[in-house]
Each structure stands twice: as structure tokens, then as C-alpha cells.
């Protein structure tokens, strides 16, 4: 018989992501091992896990190595409410059948929320007036910002993310142009986007969004050319993966261009190096990688994984389970 066992990073994310309604839900299914085990546990005790063989499981997950696998013999399933699972799955663990599902797309939803209002913050320079009413104390008459009417917004990425971005930003009278080198133009006339060139979208978009996977081909993907190609007054927008960006072009030509500005969520280095000039330029801003799942929102990422153990107990296909080839396209 099935028995589970919860794995996240500690005991107060146990409580928002796996709440009271999520465990009973997946105890009605499933006879649960309800042990809290967080990786300065899993160091600590070197308690092996026989006939366990799935895992709820969230942050911190630790990596499914020969040491792990000694613990947990007999896994089978392991169910992630959180986003990318790169930091914990293995070789071996494809090797051994393990199968896993992901709440990337539950993660997407509030990571598409929180770059559409930084859109439009941008489209108005809110940053920027904000702080030059700040600093001045009073309204800069001179400024001319963009405005969300007929202006261009640029995705880079067209992946779950992109994809929820592109599907909210419709209604609004906005071109929205995009670089995928794997989307159809059937796809991108759904979503209501014209394809273009990577250095295209940089070119003509009033603000460029950033939301390619980190992959090997793509560090450093975006230059020095693309940041100096943006129209004046134009905002680079990064949610994604900070090693995307070459940063230190970028600093260069922000420091060069100060009618460019740039809101990064994301940086090469989290946080930034204490002497990094992201933290004095007047036109970046810096969020501390709080797009994803936060608070109450965690609580759909672990409602979601129990969509999916409900699946796979009525022997229905997963949604989002995640193939060893599929993570090779996937952050």
C-alpha cells in the first residue's frame, strides 16, 4: 500500500503550502506519514524511509542523490509545490523511474500578475516619478512617459509565463510583440502577438519583459546590444533568472543611458554583491525575487498538488507532470 511522507524547506512554508484542508484531503487518499522533514533534518538524522514511495514535498527539497535514494528505496512520485525542480532532481533519479509533478503553473499565475502591474507602472514611469518627487519635492512637468495606449510591450519567452502575461495584457489597447524561437505563429496569433526577432523586440518595445528559462544556451543571452538598441525612456523588466542578463552590460549602459530604466526582481548574484551599482543607479529598481508564490498564494501551490495525486489515484492523466525531456526546454 501507498504511504507519503512531506519534505519542504521549514515549519512555517509547511503550514501555508500544505494547510489543514490539503492534508486531509490527501489523507482520505493515501495512509500519510505526516513527518515534517526539512533538509537540516534529513543532514541530521540519516533516518532511512522504506515503503514510502511518494513525497509531497516544496522548497529546500533535497537532492535525489545515492544518499537519498539509500533513504528512500522505494520512491516512485514526488509531488513539488513550488516552481523549477532543477534544483533537486538527478540523472539517477530519471535513471530510476521517478516520476514528478511540478506547480510551475500555479507559480506562473501570480508571476504574470506581478509583472502586468510592473507593465504599467513603467508604461507611466511610476518608478521614476516617484522618485523625483522624492528627491525634489515636486512634479516633473518634463516628463513625457509612454503611456499604455498604442504602445509596445516586448516578451522575451513565451513559456508558461509569458504565455499568462501575453493572455492578460489582451484586453488592453497595447502591441505586444515577442522573441520564442519554439512558438508557432498559430500560437502567437491566440495569444494576440506578433513574433519578431530577438533584437527586434528590444528595438521597438516600450517595455521589454524578460521571462526566458535559464538554460545553458541561454546565460547571458541578453547584451549589451539589446539594452542599447531600447527606444529612449524605454524598461527592461526582468522575472525570470538574473545569469539571462549579461549584467554588467547592463550597468554599463544604464550608466550610459539614464533615460533607460530597469526593474529586476532577479539578479546574477541574490542579492546583489553589497558594492554592486544596481543598488545606486537612479533608473534600476530592485525587488527581492518576490514575483512567485508569496503568503497566502503558496497555499495554491500545494492545492494544486493535490489536484494531482487526486489524478493519479483515479488513474487520470497528470497535468503537469514533467518529463526528463521536457525539463531540458523548462527553468
Known amino acids: 500500500m501507498s504511504q507519503g511522507i512531506y519534505v519542504v524547506i521549514n515549519q512555517s512554508f509547511f503550514d501555508d503550502i500544505y494547510g489543514p484542508e490539503e492534508r486531509a484531503a490527501i489523507r482520505r487518499l493515501v495512509p500519510m506519514r505526516e513527518q515534517l522533514l526539512t533538509p537540516g533534518e534529513y543532514r541530521a538524522s540519516g533516518e532511512r524511509f522504506p515503503g514510502v514511495d511518494l513525497i509531497f514535498a516544496s522548497w529546500g527539497m533535497m537532492p535525489m542523490d545515492e544518499t537519498f535514494f539509500g533513504r528512500f528505496p522505494d520512491l516512485r512520485w514526488v509531488f513539488y509545490a513550488a516552481g523549477s525542480i532543477r534544483p533537486f532532481v538527478t540523472d539517477l533519479a ?73 493572455e492578460r495584457l489582451k484586453p488592453f489597447d497595447l502591441r505586444v510583440v515577442a522573441y520564442d524561437p519554439f512558438a508557432t ?107 512567485g508564490s508569496q503568503g497566502g498564494e503558496t497555499r495554491r501551490l500545494g492545492a494544486l498538488m493535490v489536484e494531482e495525486f487526486e489524478r493519479l489515484r483515479r488513474g487520470e492523466p497528470l497535468r503537469y507532470e514533467i518529463t526528463e525531456g521536457q525539463m531540458a526546454s523548462m527553468a
Not at 495569444?191 to 521597438?204: I, R, S, Y
Not at 541578453?222 to 542578463?245: C, D, I, Q, Y
Open 185 to 291: 505563429p498559430a500560437q502567437a496569433a491566440e495569444l494576440g502577438v506578433t513574433l519578431c526577432p530577438l533584437e527586434e523586440v528590444f528595438a521597438v518595445a516600450d517595455v521589454v519583459s524578460c521571462h526566458a528559462p535559464l538554460l545553458p544556451q541561454t546565460e547571458k543571452m541578453l547584451g549589451r546590444p539589446h539594452f542599447e538598441s531600447m527606444k529612449p525612456g524605454a524598461t527592461f523588466l526582468n522575472t525570470s533568472r538574473g545569469r539571462v542578463v549579461d549584467e554588467a552590460a547592463l550597468i554599463e549602459v544604464l550608466k550610459k543611458r539614464p533615460d533607460l530604466f530597469a526593474i529586476l526582481d532577479v539578479t546574477a548574484e541574490e542579492p546583489p554583491a553589497r558594492d554592486s551599482a544596481l543598488y545606486t543607479l537612479d533608473n534600476v529598481v530592485l525587488t527581492p525575487h518576490m514575483a
Open 94 to 166: 530519471w535513471k530510476r523511474g521517478v516520476r514528478l509533478s511540478s506547480a510551475f503553473a500555479a507559480n506562473a499565475v501570480p508571476v504574470s500578475e506581478f509583472t502586468l502591474a510592473q507593465i504599467f507602472c513603467a508604461l507611466k514611469q511610476t518608478w521614476q516619478q516617484a522618485r523625483y518627487l522624492r528627491q525634489h519635492r515636486q512634479y516633473n512637468y518634463e516628463a513625457r512617459p509612454a503611456g499604455a495606449y498604442r504602445t509596445t510591450v516586448g516578451l522575451v519567452s513565451l513559456g508558461m509565463i509569458g504565455r499568462l502575461v501575453a
